[in-house]
């Protein structure tokens, strides 16, 4: 509703206040815009304007003296108005495919890799969550006993990629169960992921069992302990890249803060969890401050998307800064990053 009752004068100035700050990091006055010569009003008239928006939430006064700093809400308009100017063309390549497809045949190579370009070329942390096995369409699968109570799972994607997982198991199961096992899955659900795999056969369970009931009866005891299992770790492991170049940054951030921060980074599991409930279907979001309702972030700002195939959302990743982060650069380097992870795991070779 506030932004509603800007006009355009206010609108601009605004967003001259916001680049300048983010460039700077103080507080920006009046005499300053009018020095840039970017608007032909005179200081007394940029004073109120800036009174007004101030008024509006959008601006924060630290000093009586002092000029104007962005809020949150300052900051969201700003980035409102760069996602009508930089993430029109839709079709425009991503210039980070070769350092990408080196290692299209390894997912956690892949992931890793991804991470890093987003750190080193934001200079802050970058960080991507893999996606869960249990979600994945694969074109073959096998298991495999490695102890008592632990099976491995080997599955190749449909876009030709060898994941591992090992899982816990309650059920016995002898080698020979195993491959019986995966015999049945390659040849009923091929294309199908293992969640998929557990609806069908709960849904249609008594024609499975009549035809391949000593199986079925195991495989359904199998997948729904895996579930269980997995249940508390619904999101996949979260590759970091970059911690150090937030440390680095110490006039940024409140350093207590920071340090619950990591340590919240090592609970990988909930990390990911949390992180995944901002993800939507837009190409990038962005969370600033206390938008995020995560306390130990309130000092910075999230810029996150989402990578998969044509048919399915895998996995997100982003980057993790201060709010004075570059949204202008880094918005784009994030859909970047991410449209190129997305072709790179859809390709069939």
Do not use: W
């Not at 300052?74 to 029109?88: A, D, P, S």
């Not at 490695?146 to 876009?159: A, P, Q």
């Amino acid at each position: 509703m506030q932004t509603i009752m800007l006009k355009d004068k206010d609108k601009h100035v605004l967003n001259l206040i916001v680049e300048d700050y983010l460039r700077v990091g103080k507080p920006v006055s009046s005499g300053l815009i009018f020095q840039k010569k970017k608007v032909a009003d005179s200081p007394a008239t940029l004073r109120n304007i800036m009174a007004k928006l101030e008024a509006l939430g959008f601006l924060h006064q630290p000093h009586a003296s002092a000029g104007r700093i962005p809020t949150d809400q300052g900051l969201r308009f700003y980035v409102n108005h760069l996602f009508e100017t930089i993430l029109h063309d839709g079709g425009q390549s991503s210039p980070f495919g070769d350092e990408l497809s080196g290692a299209k045949d390894d997912l956690d190579q892949l992931l890793g890799r991804a991470s890093k370009i987003l750190a080193e070329r934001s200079d802050n942390l970058g960080f991507v969550i893999s996606p869960r096995i249990s979600r994945i369409p694969f074109r073959y699968l096998r298991f495999v006993k490695v102890g008592e109570d632990r099976v491995l799972v080997i599955l190749v994607t449909t876009f030709n990629m060898a994941l591992t997982e090992i899982v816990k198991t309650d059920v016995y199961f002898s080698q020979p169960d195993l491959d019986g096992a995966s015999e049945y899955i390659n040849q009923n659900f091929r294309g199908k992921s293992l969640a998929v795999v557990r609806e069908r056969l709960f849904r249609e369970l008594p024609g499975y069992r009549r035809r391949y009931e000593l199986i079925v009866n195991k495989l359904i005891s199998f997948l729904q302990g895996y579930f269980q299992h997995a249940e508390g770790d619904k999101e996949g492991r979260i590759f970091l890249q970059g911690t150090a170049r937030l440390l680095d940054k110490p006039e940024l951030f409140d350093m207590e803060r920071l340090k619950t921060l990591f340590q919240n980074f090592e609970e990988r599991a909930k990390l990911a969890n949390l992180l995944s409930e901002f993800i939507s279907l837009d190409r990038v979001k962005v969370l600033i401050g206390s938008e995020s309702n995560l306390p130990d972030i309130e000092d910075c700002s999230l810029i996150l998307s989402h990578y998969g195939t044509r048919n399915q959302v895998l996995g997100s990743l982003g980057i993790l800064g201060p709010k004075r982060i570059p949204y202008e650069r880094i918005i784009p380097l994030v859909d970047s990053i991410a449209k190129q992870l997305s072709q790179t795991i859809s390709h069939d070779t």
